[in-house]
């Protein structure tokens, strides 16, 4: 059987997309030209030019050890080969060893037990449902610029204007974000807790289903939790019968360098964590894992994804955790995200147009405005340093509830010897923006 076709050219895939794409995947288009990437490795991307590019998005934080690691694609591989899928209703090694290793890898003293999902939105709603059905209440709280994924009901805990759409489910209140740049009462930490009772007193029944934190957002633009706030969320929803959700779609497998996953930094264990994107390295997988009884009052009702336990994507996420673990990927997003939070707040003293420098570990922004004492927001300048960053070979995201934010996100096998070349390529892009 002859392969099928394939034209590599810029110009006849847009042609394509244009075509044939819907509307609704219009608006999710980065640059002003369209970029076509060809080929990856590790922390590295080609596009059908042959220009290098450092990937500082890695693609959309799913590339969490490399681009074509050979360890995950080998892995995956050989499970494709003997059985590509299998439906959860039947019986696989591969998703049965990934649920206890990822058991293995959560707080220590509950019991964890794993439902698979075939994306991170998809593990949002059953988390929402699970919430819902262990504890007997509809409302939810959320954070005003939280972003939890794009199905109905994972939109309806999306605080940001331009990802939400017509028809949300209701029941969800959404509380101030605990901002030390940007945030209503400022920088310290109590006065978001003490929202989070006068909301739920006001904007909810009294009682609960829980609450969904990112631990640091995400698409809201690279903001972690100030210390304290996870803790003192948790404990005040717990109160009024909820429970603590942890997205960690973005910020897990090691992303913040301190820890495994985000929430540890606070030194709280959640009821029920969400995980996707880095869980299998680009190949298509979600999880919720939650507390054993959490879980349990869902035993009664049929709840399944076809995809979400195949093997294929299980071995993948078994090679990752295995990765992760081997290169020592966590210490490394450590010392080298530091080392780059460095840099940028080198660049922050050196261009007025960055406002604000923060993150964790691998998982960085910087936040542009066109008056620093205003904070006022400039998402033109912000899309100008872009598209500079990208003829500097540099791959990043705009992000953040007025765009006007660059994350980075990288690969966690970004190195040392990456940092200088970035830093020359942002200051460049600096340079010509301003």
Known sequence: MADLPIEWSTAHTAKLRDNYYSASQSKFVPFA??????????????DVEGNRYIDLLGMNVCISVGHAHPVVVNAAMAQAQELTHCTTMFYHPAPAHLAEELAAVMPAGPQWVVHFTNSGAEAIDL???????????????????AYHGP???????????????????GNVAFVADPNPYRGVFGADTDPYLDEIDRVIQSATTGSVAGMVIESVQGYGGVVPMPPGYLAGAAARVRAAGGVYIA?????????????MWGFEADD???????????????????????????????????????YGANPTSCAAGRAVLQV?????????????GATLLETLQALKQKYPIIGDVRGKGLMLAMEFVSDPQKKTPDK???????????????????????QSCLRMVPPLCLSMDDVEPIARGLDRALAKAS
Not at 247 to 259: A, N, W, Y
Not at 324 to 336: F, H, M, Y
Not at 382 to 400: A, D, M, N, P
Request: hydrophobic fraction near 40%.
């Open 33 to 46: 030209q369209p970029l076509v990437f060809k080929r990856g490795s590790m922390q590295y991307l080609w």
């Open 127 to 145: 988390a929402l449902a699970m919430a819902r059905t262990y504890s007997g209440n509809l409302d939810m709280l959320a954070l005003r610029t």
């Open 151 to 169: 199905t109905a009901a994972a939109q309806s805990v999306t605080g940001i204007a331009g990802w939400r759409h017509p028809g949300m489910p």
């Open 247 to 259: 997205d960690e779609v973005q910020s897990g497998f090691g992303r913040t360098g301190e820890h």
């Open 268 to 306: 709280v264990v959640p009821d029920i964590v969400v995980m996707a994107k880095g869980i299998g390295n680009g190949f298509p997988l979600g999880a919720v894992v939650a507390q054993r009884q959490v879980a349990e009052p869902m035993s009664e009702k049929f709840m399944f994804h076809t």
């Open 324 to 336: 992760i673990r081997e290169e020592k990927l966590q210490q490394n997003a450590r010392q080298v």
């Open 380 to 402: 033109q300048i912000t899309s100008r340093v872009f598209e500079h960053c990208r003829e500097e070979g540099l791959i990043l995201s705009k992000s953040g509830p007025y």
